[in-house]
């Protein structure tokens, strides 16, 4: 059974880098798919944040990606977001999962709240 | 790129059926095959429920169904029952390794 657990700070001052780690059990993410992130803001939709392949080819969001970096580090099965220049607009639940272009297992899921 | 169109609200009756559109253009829902419907309970993480158009995966239930036609893909609740309400997203794969997501459906069973 793959499970994924987001771990990080919830809460990010405005103009820093938010970071979260995704740990993955049950598959090895060297083995294939890919893995990627998604938020929600509160009371909003989801929204696609990227991707990352085992080779460490990564797919971002438009209209993030200036700001985004996706990293995977296989020897410990995870992967990692970091999300530069936060704003309050940026404040959301973050999830990741594993992906085929369809995102079959999430995580949890954690707050994060950009404020000072 | 915008999102996904679909309706803000949907409502049944329990043993009732209701269909959720999506809406897209020929560049996302209707040029792939990578269409997915996930239900979102209040203070949860999405659970997929229809992939590749009309794929379920297991332990989700046959009342549960996909189609699409030309831009519009659509997922189709049978026989409603009360764990079914919820909010509901679609998805699709919108061409240069990019997905997009629709604006989620709150499904009422009355």
């Known amino acids: 059974q793959v499970q994924l657990q987001e771990s990080g700070p919830g809460l990010v001052k405005p103009s820093e880098t938010l970071s979260l780690t995704c740990a993955v059990s049950?598959?090895?993410?060297?083995?294939?798919?890919?893995w990627g992130w998604i938020r929600q803001a509160p009371g909003k939709g989801l929204e696609w944040i990227g991707n990352?392949?085992?080779?460490?080819?990564?797919y971002y969001n438009p209209s993030l990606k200036s700001r985004v970096t996706i990293l995977a580090d296989t020897s410990k099965n995870q992967f990692t977001l970091k999300l530069s220049s936060v704003t309050a607009a940026d404040t959301a639940v973050y999830y990741c999962?594993?992906?085929?272009?369809?995102?079959?297992?999430w995580g949890q899921g954690t707050l994060v709240i950009v404020s000072s | 790129q915008s999102a996904l169109t679909q309706p803000p609200s949907a409502s049944g009756s329990p043993g009732q059926s209701v269909t959720i559109s999506c809406t897209g253009t020929?560049?996302?829902?209707?040029?792939?095959?990578?269409v997915s419907w996930y239900q979102q309970h209040p203070g949860k993480a999405p659970k997929l429920m229809i992939y590749?158009?009309?794929k379920r995966p297991s332990g989700v239930p046959d009342r549960f169904s996909g189609s699409k036609s030309g831009n519009t893909a659509s997922l189709t609740v049978s026989g409603l029952q009360a764990e079914d309400e919820a909010d509901y997203y679609c998805?699709?794969?919108?061409?240069?390794?990019?997905?997009?997501f629709g604006g989620g459906t709150k499904l009422t069973v009355l």
């Open positions: 049950g598959y090895s993410i060297s083995s294939g798919y890919h």
């Open positions: 998805s699709s794969y919108a061409g240069s390794n990019n997905v997009l």
């Open positions: 999962g594993r992906v085929d272009w369809t995102f079959d297992y």
């Open positions: 590749e158009v009309t």
């Open positions: 990352i392949y085992r080779s460490g080819i990564t």
């Open positions: 020929s560049s996302d829902v209707g040029g792939y095959k990578y």
